[in-house]
């Protein structure tokens, strides 16, 4: 049989920190759009400055979107294994005793 196990309380952690890590993007991606990508002094440099922000905002769209799903899927987890072991504790308590 196999040997583990699982910490729901480790499963909350990560959870918490997943929308905490949410939530730090969103401020990265609030101060970059306040940026101004513009006045440096050469037009290939504003250009680039354009297009890096594009593509950096396009990508923390993209890992606020996995940091969601995983939450998600983490707080479905968490509820299973409490659940689960709610389950068995409630089942191998001999009756009579809470």
Do not use: N
Not at 6 to 18: C, M, N, P, R, Y
Not at 20 to 48: I, M, N, P, T
Not at 50 to 69: D, M, P, T
């Amino acid at each position: 049989m196999a040997d583990f196990t699982v910490s729901t309380e480790f499963l909350a952690k990560l959870a918490k920190d997943l929308k905490g890590c949410g939530d730090e993007l969103d401020q990265g991606l609030k101060a970059l759009k306040e940026a101004s990508r513009s006045g440096l002094g050469y037009d290939f440099l504003d250009e680039a400055c354009g297009h890096f922000q594009s593509k950096w905002e396009y990508g923390l769209k993209k890992v606020r979107e996995c940091v969601k799903v995983l939450d998600d899927g983490l707080e479905k987890v968490q509820q299973s294994y409490d659940g689960t072991e709610q389950s068995i504790t409630k089942v191998l308590t001999p009756a009579g005793q809470s």
